[in-house]
């Protein structure tokens, strides 16, 4: 599947680019991680149909991460 494919790919260019072990930083929507390049790495649900329409994203978890996101960067 093409989400499979993304998923490796992404995988492997981070294994490649990053000193970091992706089991250390497990997605999840509103999951903030400090990266050892001190970047900062925060987890979003993308706000496509299906995420929309089964319930894993709504409008209110999205303006709520926006908010908390804009709070910590201003």
Not at 21 to 27: E, R
Request: glycine residues 10%; contains cysteine.
């Amino acid at each position: 599947s093409k989400t499979g494919e993304g998923v490796r790919f992404l995988s492997r260019y981070i294994k490649q680019n990053f000193d970091i072990i992706l089991k250390d930083f497990p997605f999840g929507h509103d999951k903030k991680y400090n990266l050892p390049n001190g970047k900062i790495l925060w987890g979003c649900y993308h706000p496509s149909p299906r995420n929309v329409n089964t319930g894993r994203l709504d409008e209110k978890m999205m303006i709520d991460l926006l908010k908390k996101v804009k709070g910590y960067i201003a």
